[in-house]
């Protein structure tokens, strides 16, 4: 049921920057609603990485930022360290229906 | 520091009602501020959000779901819980129980539970 498209996966290697997308719609992004980014290591609950689109909860490294445009958001994380090896999904409000929605998951690969 | 807590059986029969608990430490529970929340997410799948309640018992669900599903909380408890309807195979899922924050007009899910894992089989 997710209406937030994103990239199956990603990579780079250390100390790269890399990129993911989250592309949505004028019901969901594109009607001013915030968007939000969770990091999911396998076998664990999502974290929230960023709100607000581009906020960070405190604890989540600089390295870690958001940015929305249009019907769409980015996260950019910069350095690229082993640890980032996760899952990653966006997140916004889709007025119709009225629900909380998330995008489709970023697997992020460090080579 | 607040920390949630889901429990309820692991395996549910097909067409049986699932029911879980989130147990809130931490007495957040009581402040109106908040919605709690549950969401699920199938194996190898991306996260559903599937209700949220407020301590006044007010509630909203995902219309998706909104036909087979009940919150309810209990601020003497702690707790607020979920009862899903006429499970099938495809409502097996590991289910979170999560925070609401508020931001501006909009809300995200700041705190988690661990998560348990339901899954529907005869």
């Known amino acids: 049921q997710s209406v937030l498209t994103q990239p199956p996966s990603v990579s780079g290697a250390p100390g790269q920057r890399v990129t993911i997308s989250c592309s949505g719609s004028s019901s969901n992004i594109g009607a001013g609603y915030d968007v939000h980014w969770y990091q999911q290591v396998p076998g664990t609950a999502p974290k929230v990485l960023i709100y607000g689109n581009n906020n960070r909860p405190s604890g989540v490294p600089d390295r870690f930022s958001g940015s929305k445009s249009g019907t769409s958001a980015s996260l950019a994380i910069t350095g690229l360290q082993a640890e980032d090896e996760a899952d990653y999904y966006c997140q916004s409000y889709d007025s119709s229906p009225s629900s909380y929605v998330f995008g489709t998951g970023t697997k992020v690969t460090v080579l | ?122």
């Open chain 2, 1 to 122: 520091q607040v920390q949630l807590q889901e429990s309820g059986p692991g395996l549910v029969k097909p067409s049986q009602t699932l029911s879980l608990t989130c147990s809130v430490s931490g007495g957040f529970i009581s402040d109106v501020d908040y919605y709690w929340s549950w969401l699920r997410q199938p194996a190898g799948k991306g996260l559903q959000w599937i209700g949220r309640i407020q301590i006044s018992g007010r509630t909203t669900y995902n219309p998706s779901l909104k036909s087979r599903v009940t919150m309810s909380v209990d601020t003497s408890r702690s707790q607020f819980s979920l009862k899903l309807s006429s499970v099938t195979a495809a409502d097996t899922a590991v289910y979170y129980c999560a925070k609401l924050e508020n931001w501006g007009l909009d809300w995200y899910f700041d705190l988690w539970g661990r998560g348990t894992l339901v899954i529907v089989s005869s």
